[in-house]
């Protein structure tokens, strides 16, 4: 490590490109304009992801199989929207591809992340962990949020080469996952009730969701309402993944950063910090980091 690396280091471990976005592009924007090294390691390409811009289908898997490198460029204007420089495929581009959604052929793939080597994907991982010294690490939770075999495995390779990096003397201080506190949900589907494009039409509570946390078990609160812009810009950039009638920009014009711009974690390592609220949840991911 050297005396000019950033004093605060922030790396995170996504699946997809475009999942940097949704759960973490706030966080990710607030802590590069605060001055933190925030580096992205992003698993595979997307090559299975849905297409929403009808000049584009002929990209799919099925047919030209070009998505994967489509969706590079649109990751790097989302990384460029978030002010992020530092972004990084796990082995290299195409080294891993989409899996597909959990249960489908495509799990099979021989180059499918699902069917990754877990040692082997982690110490890639861990190559960079050695260069980038995150004192703090964000992934998925061990359901990979919602089930998906790229998240799970993203969540399975990111807390082994933590393990690797711990035995090596240097690993993250803190670790995160993303999560969604039940109240926030409870307040989604009371606020989209009425609405013509409600993402939650079919759900009568969180229950029938497959994600979402007790407020207690939430540690942090991450408030990046004065980035939430950035973020919206981020998923535009993700064209082919987001389509312009997305309920995601319907909560950005109707409620602004109130929702879009704050983003929470559950802690998995390392003490909480400073807290405040009822909840006594974080502000701050790096509160408590000592390591320079």
């Known amino acids: 490590m050297t005396n000019a690396q950033p004093a605060r280091r922030l790396m995170l471990v996504h699946a997809h490109p475009d999942d940097e976005v949704t759960g973490t592009g706030a966080t990710m924007a607030r802590y590069v304009a605060e001055g933190a090294q925030v580096t992205l390691v992003t698993c595979t390409l997307g ?13 799919e898997a099925k047919q030209a199989d070009q998505l994967g490198g489509w969706r590079v460029v649109e990751l790097e204007r989302a990384c460029a929207a978030l002010g992020v420089s530092d972004h990084r495929f796990l082995g290299g581009a195409g080294r891993y591809r989409d899996s597909g959604m959990m249960g489908l052929e495509t799990n099979n793939h021989p180059r499918a992340f699902w069917q990754a080597d877990l040692e082997e994907a982690a110490r890639l991982c861990l190559e960079i962990m050695r260069e980038v010294r995150p004192q703090v690490l964000i992934t998925y939770d ?31 201080e803190k670790i995160y996952w993303t999560a969604m506190p039940l109240s926030v949900l409870e307040g989604g589907i009371e606020a989209f009730k009425g609405m013509e494009d409600n993402p939650f039409a079919d759900v009568e509570s969180v229950d029938d969701l497959p994600f979402g946390h007790p407020d207690d078990e939430i540690a942090a609160r991450v408030d990046g309402t004065d980035y939430y812009e950035q973020k919206v810009a981020a998923m535009r950039a993700h064209a082919t993944q987001i389509p312009d009638n997305s309920w995601l920009y319907g909560i950005a014009g109707d409620f602004g950063g109130e929702f879009m711009g704050v983003e929470y974690f559950t802690i998995v390592k390392g003490e909480r910090g400073e807290v405040s609220g009822p909840h006594k949840w974080e502000s701050d991911l790096f509160s408590n980091v000592v390591t320079p």
């Open 142 to 172: 061990d359901n990979g949020f919602y089930g998906h075999p790229d998240h799970i495995q993203a969540h399975r390779v990111a807390m082994r080469a933590a393990e690797l990096a711990e035995a090596e003397g240097f690993g993250p």
């Open 47 to 59: 090559e299975e992801g849905e297409i929403h811009v009808p000049a584009l289908a002929q990209l």
